[in-house]
DNA sequence: CAAATGACGGGGT
DNA sequence: AACCCCGCCATTT
């Protein structure tokens, strides 16, 4: 399988993620049926058109951070976007064991104790 | 072709 | 929790 192909496993998988939900880099990558591939998710995302319409900003760090510095301006407008859907950021970080997407992901065990993710 | 670079991850301190 | 350190792997230098 080729890089490219992998970008767009990536792309494909990242579509798949609903508004309200978030997935980490390494997760996202895997769900493209890629190992080890967190840098690889990165790569597909800095690779994408700006035109791809792909929602970018659901892809954060595994333990809920935002990837781009804090002075980074797609960090704010990261933020701004996630909020914009019902996903509670503080401090630049989401909780992961609220808002991650577990659509075929094997730990079962899930919590739905804050905020319940709306799209207003 | 060798070396550095990331929107990373996991483990250890 | 906040760091530091090291492994990862396509892309860029």
Not at 6 to 18: M, N, V
């Amino acid at each position: 399988m080729t890089a490219s192909d992998q970008h767009r496993r990536i792309h494909a998988a990242l579509r798949d993620i609903p508004a309200g939900r978030v997935v980490s880099y390494g997760r996202l990558a895997a769900r493209a049926g890629i190992v080890r591939g967190a840098r690889i998710a990165v790569a597909a995302l800095r690779h994408a058109p700006d035109d791809a319409a792909l929602p970018w900003h659901r892809v954060l760090r595994a333990d809920g951070r935002i990837g781009f510095p804090p002075d980074h301006p797609l960090h704010a407008e990261q933020v701004h976007r996630l909020r914009s859907e019902g996903v509670v950021v503080t401090k630049g970080r989401v909780r992961m064991s609220n808002f991650a997407d577990q659509a075929h992901d094997s730990d079962g065990l899930l919590l739905q104790a804050d905020e319940p993710p709306s799209t207003n």
